[in-house]
């Protein structure tokens, strides 16, 4: 999973409605990192830093939000069923 992932799956799942705190990201994503993946913070503060800039993630004061855009983007879209229609009685 990269660090962009792990970002974005972290926010959604504390769902802090102020934003959440790169401290608490950064928490949340060490909790459930793999044994056997090494931690590496500049690559983390560097996804943060390129999500704000390709709007992504909003950051407010010291904390980051999904933005409008990347939810409506992310959502799955809903294909619509084929009408049935019923077959005519015959008389």
Do not use: C, Q
């Amino acid at each position: 999973m990269s660090y962009k992932a792990g970002i974005v799956k972290a926010i959604s799942e504390l769902k802090d409605r102020t934003g959440s705190s790169s401290i608490a990201i950064k928490k949340h994503m060490l909790a459930n990192l793999p044994a056997d993946k090494k931690w590496m913070n500049a690559a983390f503060l560097k996804a943060l830093k390129d999500g704000v800039e390709a709007g992504d993630f909003v950051k407010v004061k010291a904390s980051y939000k999904l933005s409008a855009a990347f939810k409506e983007k992310s959502k799955p879209k809903k294909k619509a069923a084929p009408k049935k229609t019923a077959p005519k009685k015959k008389t």
